[in-house]
């Protein structure tokens, strides 16, 4: 069975530094993993999917992912964190014939102070 | 381009009673897939339609249906609510059902179940 972990509720960081969003899944097969952001009151909006090549992908809003097969990790991060990244992030999986189901993590609560 | 449009907004109904949840995707999207969120059980896939057909559904109870119309809307209806349906249904559309896809979603309906 599919499954995303998102091992922190909550992460704190102060703007300017660097930010770490975890994220480790379970799927057969090849995986095809994602990162979606929700603001308060908002629909999730698309950040970022790996589907096969660089392990290093870049998303919108200067946000990029790190995908680590060996540790069936897929990180979310950013070199310099804003007060409006402040937001619920949340990573998701789908595998092979899947179509439009995706499996999410628990989401985690990105928290930028200025 | 207009995104995806959820209607209601905000919906209160009482327990035993039935509703109705509409979307229209993107225009020229034929996948459309519902999800619910809820803040113990996060978010859960509920179904997927592609021209009119159900391609997948979630584990949720007989309660909860829905259908796509040939311009691609979709609605979603449960029947006999009870407490525990009160969450914030999304839903998202793509252009087809390919699992590389990602999914553009509307701002939700949140339904409170009194």
């Known amino acids: 069975a599919q499954s995303v972990a998102q091992p922190e509720d909550q992460v704190k960081v102060a703007e300017g530094n660097p930010l770490t969003v975890k994220c480790t899944y379970s799927?057969?097969?090849?995986?095809?993993l994602f990162w979606y952001v929700q603001y308060p009151n908002r629909g999730l909006q698309f950040l970022l999917k790996?589907?096969?090549?660089?392990?290093l992908v870049k998303g919108s809003y200067g946000f990029e992912a790190e995908f680590n097969k060996s540790q069936t990790s897929f990180h979310l991060k950013k070199p310099s964190a804003l007060v409006s990244d402040s937001a619920l992030y949340f990573c998701?999986?789908?595998?092979?014939?899947?179509?439009?189901?995706?499996?999410f993590g628990q989401g985690t609560e990105l928290s930028v102070k200025p | 381009k207009a995104g995806v449009t959820q209607t209601p907004r905000y919906l209160i109904k009482t327990r035993g009673q039935q509703v109705t949840l509409s979307c229209s995707p993107i225009?020229?999207?034929?996948?459309v897939s519902w999800y619910q969120q809820t803040p113990g059980q996060g978010l859960q896939f509920l179904f997927e339609?592609?021209?009119?057909?159900?391609?997948n559904k979630g584990n949720f109870p007989g309660r909860f249906s829905g259908r796509q119309f040939s311009n691609s809307r979709s609605e979603m209806n449960v029947s006999t609510l009870e407490l525990g349906d009160s969450a914030l249904y999304l839903c998202?559309?793509?252009?087809?059902?390919?699992?590389?896809?990602?999914?553009?979603f509307g701002s939700g309906t949140q339904l409170s179940v009194l």
């Open positions: 339609y592609f021209s009119e057909t159900q391609r």
């Open positions: 790996y589907i096969t090549g660089d392990n």
């Open positions: 225009s020229g999207h034929r996948s």
């Open positions: 998701a999986v789908r595998g092979g014939n899947q179509g439009g189901k995706l499996i």
């Open positions: 998202a559309s793509s252009l087809q059902t390919a699992s590389n896809e990602k999914l553009f």
């Open positions: 799927v057969s097969g090849n995986p095809y």
